[in-house]
C-alpha cells in the first residue's frame, strides 16, 4: 500500500516539474541576484529549482494594500526558503498554504499568550511573522533589502521560515523534528547553553557575538541561528563552533564548507 502511495506521489511530483517547471530565464534572472544562493553547487542549483517549482505549486501568495506580486518576487522567497530545504524534503513546509506580502513593515497590535500562559500586549512593527499552521507574513522591503544584498545574519525569509520548520512538531520553541541519528539531549544541551551564554552576555552589557533578537527565546534563537548559517556561517561557527555543527547536521548542508569552496 506505502508502495503504491509513493509511486501516485512520485508520479504527481515529476508532473508538476514537467508541467508547472519555473523558466529558466526568470529563474537565472532573479537567482543570480542572490548572493545566498551564489556558493551552490550546479546540481544543488537544480535541485532548489526543483524544490521552488513544487513550492510555488503548492503556496499561494497575497499581496496586501494593493501589491501586485510579481514572478520575480515568487522567485526570490522561493528560492530562498527552499535552500533552507535543500537536503530536507518539501513536505517540511506542509500544513499551511498562504505567504502574505505587505509592501513594507506592517504594524500588530494584539494580546498574545506567551508559552507560560500570560497574556502580553504587543504594539509593534514587524518584517515578518510566521503562524503556527497558517500564512508566512513577509514585508517586501524587507525581503528585497536582505535578499539581494548580503546582510551578515540577517534574512527575513530564512528567518520566518526557520520558524515554520520549527512549528512542524508544535510551538516554535528551538527543537524542530530532528533526523533519527540527532540525540535530542545533544540538540537541547548545545543550544540551550549558547543561549544561555548570549543571555549572559546581553545582561553583563558585553558584546553579543551575534543579533541579541536572539535572546529573546528559544524559537527566536533557533531563527536567528539559522540566518547566520546560510548568511554569515564563518561568524556562527567563530563564536558557537557546536552550534554550527548542530545546524550543520539538522540542515544536511556545510555553509561553511560551501563559503570557503566559493573563497578558493
Ligand atoms: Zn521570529
Request: aromatic letters at 10%; charged letters at 20%; glycine letters at 4%.
Amino acid at each position: 500500500m506505502l508502495n503504491i502511495i509513493n509511486l501516485i506521489k512520485r508520479s504527481l511530483t515529476r508532473r508538476i516539474l514537467r508541467k508547472h517547471a519555473i523558466a529558466f530565464n526568470e529563474w537565472h534572472d532573479v537567482t543570480r541576484r542572490i548572493p545566498v544562493l551564489q556558493c551552490l553547487s550546479t546540481t544543488e542549483k537544480v535541485r532548489l529549482r526543483y524544490l521552488s517549482t513544487l513550492f510555488l505549486y503548492k503556496k499561494t501568495f497575497v499581496g496586501v494594500k494593493n501589491l501586485e506580486i510579481t514572478n520575480a518576487m515568487q522567485i526570490t522567497i522561493a528560492s530562498q526558503a527552499c535552500l533552507q530545504i535543500l537536503n530536507l524534503n518539501i513536505d517540511s513546509f506542509n500544513g499551511w498554504v498562504e505567504i502574505i506580502i505587505y509592501p513594507s513593515a506592517f504594524r500588530v497590535n494584539r494580546n498574545i499568550t506567551s508559552a507560560d500562559g500570560l497574556v502580553h500586549h504587543e504594539n509593534k512593527s514587524l518584517s515578518g511573522e510566521a503562524w503556527d499552521r497558517g500564512p508566512v507574513i513577509l514585508s517586501w522591503d524587507n525581503v528585497q533589502h536582505e535578499s539581494y544584498r548580503l546582510q551578515a545574519g540577517h534574512n527575513v525569509v530564512i528567518h520566518e521560515f526557520a520558524h515554520k520548520l520549527d512549528m512542524l512538531n508544535g510551538r516554535a520553541n528551538g527543537m524542530p523534528p530532528l533526523h533519527p541519528n540527532m540525540p535530542i539531549q545533544i540538540w537541547s544541551k548545545t543550544l540551550s547553553q549558547a543561549y544561555d551564554l548570549l543571555n549572559q552576555k546581553i545582561d553583563n552589557f558585553q558584546h553579543s557575538y551575534i543579533n541579541s533578537y536572539a535572546s529573546t527565546n528559544p524559537g527566536e534563537f533557533f531563527a536567528v541561528i539559522s540566518e547566520y548559517f546560510f548568511t554569515a556561517p564563518d561568524i556562527l561557527f567563530q563564536y558557537c563552533p557546536e552550534v554550527y555543527e548542530q545546524l550543520k547536521q539538522y540542515y544536511r548542508q556545510d555553509t561553511l564548507q560551501r563559503l570557503k569552496n566559493r573563497d578558493h
